[in-house]
């Protein structure tokens, strides 16, 4: 696990060597639940064990740099009811934890939902959990308000 002292950066996935890639599929298997185990979604990847485990700890999505992270979720919805709900399960199907939720009241038919949880056991990606809370009805943005 990287200490104090370890610096990330921004690389393109085009620059990356494909060992890279392939733990990041890897992990994306494990998941999504296509593979049940590590030895299966290595198979499938056509990736060694020896370096998934090299690198599994070192190779991160852009937006879970470190488990246990907070990400703070700005949501701009229309004034329907059970939205706020139906944000919530996509949330909680995904194993986050939410740590809190704020609701402005709607004006001229819409309102901001802040949404901050704690991505420690989360299942899947940032990005899946935008694009699932994106696909609800009467959702109209929903992006990264801060990560910590």
Same mark, same amino acid.
């Given at each position: 696990?990287?200490?104090?002292?370890?610096?990330? *950066?921004?690389?393109?996935?085009?620059?990356?060597?494909?060992?890279?890639?392939?733990?990041?599929?890897?992990?994306?298997?494990?998941?999504?639940?296509?593979? $049940?185990?590590?030895?299966?979604?290595?198979?499938?990847?056509?990736?060694?064990?020896?370096? *998934? *485990?090299? *690198?599994?700890?070192?190779?991160?999505?852009?937006?879970?740099?470190?488990?246990?992270?907070? $990400?703070?979720?700005?949501?701009?919805?229309?004034?329907?009811?059970?939205?706020?709900?139906?944000?919530?399960?996509?949330?909680?199907?995904? &194993?986050?934890?939410?740590?809190?939720?704020?609701?402005?009241?709607?004006?001229?038919?819409?309102?901001?939902?802040?949404?901050?949880?704690?991505?420690?056991?989360?299942?899947?990606?940032?990005?899946?959990?935008?694009?699932?809370?994106?696909?609800?009805?009467?959702?109209?943005?929903?992006?990264?308000?801060? &990560?910590?």
């Amino acid at each position: 696990m990287p200490d104090d002292s370890t610096e990330y *950066y921004l690389v393109d996935k085009k620059v990356l060597p494909e060992v890279f890639i392939k733990v990041m599929e890897v992990k994306q298997r494990l998941n999504t639940g296509d593979s $049940v185990s590590v030895n299966e979604a290595v198979r499938k990847t056509g990736l060694s064990r020896s370096a *998934y *485990y090299k *690198y599994k700890d070192s190779v991160l999505p852009f937006f879970e740099a470190t488990n246990g992270k907070k $990400v703070t979720l700005l949501i701009t919805v229309e004034n329907f009811q059970g939205i706020l709900s139906s944000i919530l399960n996509v949330i909680a199907e995904s &194993r986050s934890s939410i740590l809190t939720i704020n609701q402005n009241i709607p004006i001229n038919g819409l309102a901001d939902i802040s949404i901050s949880i704690e991505t420690a056991s989360m299942f899947g990606s940032m990005d899946d959990i935008m694009s699932d809370i994106t696909k609800i009805a009467g959702v109209r943005s929903c992006k990264i308000l801060s &990560r910590e």
